[in-house]
């Protein structure tokens, strides 16, 4: 079985994202809350301000894309939270977790800005990263037209 291959991966050193001292973990709690979302030893998740529709992408270790068109991994892994294809919410949040068993190894987590349903373009975002309980947000902007940006990555062991 082919697996989904992970946008252009690029070289490591190339991540957009910048880590932030003080974590918003509040305001990802209550966006998560409010959509239900299922947490984990491993948990992503993608905050961002308007009704466009961004998409988060995470590559596993074993180099399987966990994305809007491929909900659940092989490895454990899934995307359970998918908002604003349709545009509706300015307060939308995505989130990739695995319960237990994360597989060892390095992930990469992307941003793609898929769909501009606001007036505007350039979009903000952050993203949470906590691996068994510590949390590490990390924070970018993307436009209509970029392709998928690597925004951080990470190690479980």
């Known amino acids: 079985m082919d697996l989904p291959s992970a946008p252009d991966l690029g070289d490591e050193e190339e991540v957009i994202g910048e880590e932030v001292e ?5 305001l990802f709690a209550e966006r998560l809350g409010r959509e239900g979302a299922k947490t984990g030893e491993v948990q992503i998740s993608l905050i961002w301000f308007n009704k466009n529709d961004l998409d988060l992408s995470v590559v596993c270790p074993s180099g399987e894309r966990i994305s809007f068109d491929n909900k659940i991994s092989n ?10 294809e349709s545009g509706k919410s300015d307060e ?7 319960e237990k068993d994360a597989p060892k190894g390095r992930y990469r987590v992307f941003v793609e800005h898929f769909e501009k349903h606001d007036s505007t373009d350039v979009t903000e975002f952050s993203i949470l990263v906590t691996v068994d309980g510590e949390p590490r947000e990390f924070k970018g902007q993307i436009s209509n037209k970029d392709p998928p940006q690597e925004v951080c990555f990470f190690d479980v062991e």
């Open 22 to 26: 003080e974590v918003q973990e509040d």
């Open 75 to 84: 490895c454990g892994g899934r995307l359970d939270i998918d908002m604003n």
């Open 92 to 98: 939308p949040v995505e989130n990739v977790f695995w």
